[in-house]
């Protein structure tokens, strides 16, 4: 079965960190890219970081480069999100998606993505 499995959520103050771990399985890991996006409550989807796997290549939106970091680990299938300094406007459900190698402008977008995972919700408070 074709599937990736978000973890990681949580609940912490504003200031704190999390790890998100996004794992996949039922394909081809290597050839793919792995998009992190998140929903807040009453907004729309939106990109927060893409890494391409068979390379190495990372995109970030602007506003939240150099708090978060997207890292890969082939050998288990998980590629991880490290959001540090985490503020109240940071809570969404973060989801992990699947895409085929691309540039950041399509991946950020999630365009063309073929899987989804279920999402992790991610609260953090003021």
């Known amino acids: 079965e074709v599937q990736l499995v978000e973890s990681g959520g949580g609940l912490v103050q504003a200031g704190g960190s999390l790890r998100l771990s996004c794992t996949a399985s039922g394909f081809t890991f290597d050839d793919y890219a792995i998009g992190w996006f998140r929903q807040a409550p009453g907004k729309e989807r939106e990109g927060v970081s893409c890494?391409?796997?068979?390379?190495?290549?990372?995109y970030y939106v602007a506003s939240l480069k150099g708090r978060f970091t997207i890292s890969s680990d082939n050998a288990q299938n998980t590629v991880y999100l490290q959001m540090n300094s985490l503020k109240p406007e940071d809570t969404a459900v973060y989801y992990c998606a699947a895409l085929p190698p691309t540039t950041a402008r399509w991946c950020l977008r999630g365009r063309y993505a073929e899987v989804w995972g279920r999402g992790t919700l991610v609260t953090a408070s003021s």
């Open positions: 890494i391409n796997n068979s390379g190495g290549n990372t």
